[in-house]
């Protein structure tokens, strides 16, 4: 695998589920991101993890929980979600932020998540 | 808070035009302007990364051009092909972080 994979690529949950979402880098980066993309909105940034520390929440739900175990691993955990919340989650990963320099972003390929 | 606007939302054009897409930002205070690429059921590509302190940047039949003062850029795309549709994303960073705020996109449709 390379590059930025993410599991499952569609899900389909009730409200009550509680399911996780999977990302997972190969690119050696030691930054992570989950984006939220919705019908005609533009991409939300969620979080934001650095060397595995949440370093940024973008007033996130708190049904939206994320856990980064290591810099190749971060996961979106879900528990009783809201049809609104339905929407294709990105996963991207970069060199962590140490200086005044922006660091390029490699995106996954998303997950569809449909909330009935 | 930043934000970015494309026009048009959607674009379709015969195969071997020359076109446009349109960017702007409301706060000139950038660090740097991406635009990317986005296929269906697949993330997004990277096309082309404009320092804040850039006119433009080329790569192959992409051109991509940024007015910081007047918040707009433009991604010049020269005789299209149908393997450019896709929708077309911009995005830019804002000094002091790396997160990106992202454009509502064009959907760019090349017939042939």
């Known amino acids: 695998e390379t590059g930025v994979t993410q599991t499952p690529r569609h899900l389909v949950m009730g409200m009550t589920n509680k399911k996780s979402l999977k990302c997972e880098q190969h690119?050696?980066?030691?930054?992570m991101y989950w984006y939220k993309q919705s019908a005609k909105k533009p991409l939300e940034l969620m979080f934001v993890y650095n060397f595995k520390e949440q370093t940024e929440n973008n007033s996130v739900p708190s049904r939206f929980s994320p856990e980064c175990p290591n810099s190749s691993h971060l996961f979106l955990h879900l528990h009783t979600l809201q049809p609104e919340d339905s929407a294709l989650y990105l996963c991207a990963s970069s060199q962590a932020r140490l200086a005044l320099t922006y660091n390029e972003q490699f995106f996954g390929p998303g997950t569809r998540l449909t909330v009935l | 808070k930043q934000e970015v606007t494309q026009i048009p939302a959607a674009l379709s054009v015969p195969e071997g035009e020359n076109l446009v897409l349109n960017c702007s930002f409301t706060d000139s205070a950038i660090y740097n302007l991406q635009w990317f690429r986005q296929d269906p059921g697949k993330g997004l590509t990277s096309l082309l990364l404009i320092q804040s302190s850039q006119r433009e940047q080329t790569s192959g039949r992409l051109n991509a051009s940024l007015d910081k003062s007047s918040g707009r850029s433009t991604l010049y795309i020269a005789a299209s092909q149908p393997g450019d549709s896709a929708t077309y994303l911009c995005a830019v960073t804002v000094d002091g972080a790396n997160n990106l705020f992202f454009g509502t996109g064009t959907r760019l449709t090349v017939i042939p």
């Open positions: 690119l050696g980066h030691n930054a």
